[in-house]
């Protein structure tokens, strides 16, 4: 069985920092809807608070995670070592779509690196 955390600590933020790719993941509502499962990598992964994530959307692919965000809120982001001992990390949230004529998108933006193809900032409250 795993272990449930209430916040993110020290241990699982260092963790998390440590890889260099993380999976996430979105459903629709519809029964016959389909997942969306992405890797994710780079410096696109912000922990803003305990209880709080950020990425940031680069465009290159589909828009079905930010579709189905706007349908739902419900986004699972995995972390898991590919080095070392194994270790799975899920954070379970409600994603919201920071676009860039969004008030706060200026300063999300600045948690991450420079890059080209900037779509949004996937904030997630956990």
Not at 12 to 19: G, P
Not at 28 to 50: H, V
Not at 89 to 96: I, V
């Amino acid at each position: 069985m795993g272990k449930v955390h209430g916040a993110i600590d020290d241990g699982l933020a260092d963790f998390m920092r440590a890889q260099r790719v993380f999976f996430v993941t979105t459903a629709p509502l519809a029964r016959n809807g389909l997942l969306n499962l992405s890797p994710k990598g780079l410096d696109t992964f912000a922990i803003l608070e305990p209880h709080t994530v950020a990425y940031l959307d680069l465009t290159g692919s589909g828009v079905e995670t930010i579709a189905h965000l706007r349908e739902n809120g419900r986004i699972t982001i995995m972390f898991c070592a590919f080095e070392g001992a194994p270790k799975i990390l899920r954070l379970y949230g409600r994603g919201m779509v920071i676009a860039p004529a969004n008030p706060d998108f200026a300063s999300l933006r600045g948690c991450f690196g420079d890059f080209d193809g900037v779509r949004s900032v996937i904030r997630v409250a956990l």
